[in-house]
């Protein structure tokens, strides 16, 4: 699992350990197991927020943990031309690459540890896929789909994409250097990851080797989870149990924990984790395939406007890897 990799983490700014007499230790209020299922074309997929309560979520949607499958040449899958209203998709590759473009001029490859934001706004049209080289090759393949809600004054906002390549990730490292911590949106200790959103979010990957343990500030009016990609370690001060493919929902507090046993698996020595929270929006969600809107009569407009043209037209060629307002290359 490379996403993002250093020599050394003791190289890197350390994250300190909160004060506990300043800021409480959030207790664990669950630990779900992610059911398998199969998106787009047929490419498997763990559902990370399956059995979860929507309430403990927002501002979250939906997150998938798309492989992580060694595919043979030819096998390589992705989704056809879809839409979205309402919210934004959050597509972190790491492993593998994928090929991103939309109906509003956005487009990119996302590759090792790279992520492709996607505000869907007012409505679009995207495809994602992987490269034909990957498809002749075949390969490994793994990442994360996260879908973010957007607050009802901002669902009808313009579409717009952000390419954020692996290193432009924040990295920073736990006080004994066994954690390397990217961070991809948001603030963590004062280091701001590159992404830019319109509800206010962290979204971390971590890599703990085994016996490390990583304490991070939390804001409290955040809501915080852990999921787990691969390894084995605990949770919160009770250091609950935590295994590949499950999900924490954390209490209040002003700081979270997490530790790789010392005894980990012999496929997976490391614990790689995403750590995720943000400001519940607290508004009414009508969610419908893909359009997440806060009335059943929005969902009802997407789905006629969606059928009418409304929401883009599928381009007639490939377009060039650009964002919006850039000059092709």
Request: glycine share 14%.
């Amino acid at each position: 699992m490379p996403a993002v990799t250093v020599e050394s983490t003791l190289r890197l700014p350390r994250i300190a350990e909160p004060d506990p007499q300043a800021a409480a230790q959030r207790a664990v209020r669950s630990v779900t197991t992610a059911p398998r299922g199969f998106e787009g074309e047929g490419f498997p997929v763990h559902r990370a927020f399956g059995g979860v309560l929507p309430r403990d979520l927002d501002p979250f949607v939906h997150m998938d943990q798309m492989g992580e499958v060694e595919y043979a040449p030819g096998e390589p899958k992705g989704t056809a031309w879809h839409p979205h209203r309402g919210f934004e998709t959050v597509t972190y590759m790491i492993d593998g690459r994928m090929e991103h473009q939309d109906s509003n001029g956005g487009g990119g490859l996302i590759t090792d540890g790279g992520t492709q934001w996607m505000t869907a706004g007012s409505g679009i049209l995207h495809i994602e896929t992987p490269p034909e080289a990957l498809v002749a090759s075949g390969g490994l393949f793994h990442g994360v789909q996260l879908w973010v809600n957007l607050p009802r004054a901002h669902k009808w906002d313009a579409p717009r994409y952000q390419s954020i390549e692996g290193p432009q990730a924040a990295l920073l490292s736990s006080p004994d250097g066994g954690a390397l911590v990217r961070v991809i949106a948001g603030d963590v200790a004062g280091h701001r990851g590159p992404g830019s959103t319109f509800t206010p979010i962290t979204l971390i990957h971590a890599t703990l080797s085994p016996g490390a343990r990583l304490v991070l500030p939390w804001r409290p009016d955040f809501n915080a989870l852990v999921y787990s990609l691969s390894g084995r370690g605990t949770v919160g001060p009770a250091q609950h149990p935590l295994e590949a493919h499950q999900l924490a929902v954390f209490g209040p507090g002003g700081a979270l924990t997490v530790a790789a046993t010392g005894h980990p698996d012999t496929r997976t020595p490391d614990l790689d984790v995403l750590v995720l929270g943000g400001r519940p929006i607290r508004e009414p969600v009508a969610h419908f395939g893909p359009f997440v809107m806060n009335t059943k009569a929005e969902i009802i407009q997407a789905v006629e406007d969606f059928e009418s043209g409304r929401l883009g037209v599928v381009p007639a060629g490939r377009m060039p890897h650009t964002n919006p307002g850039e000059e092709p290359v």
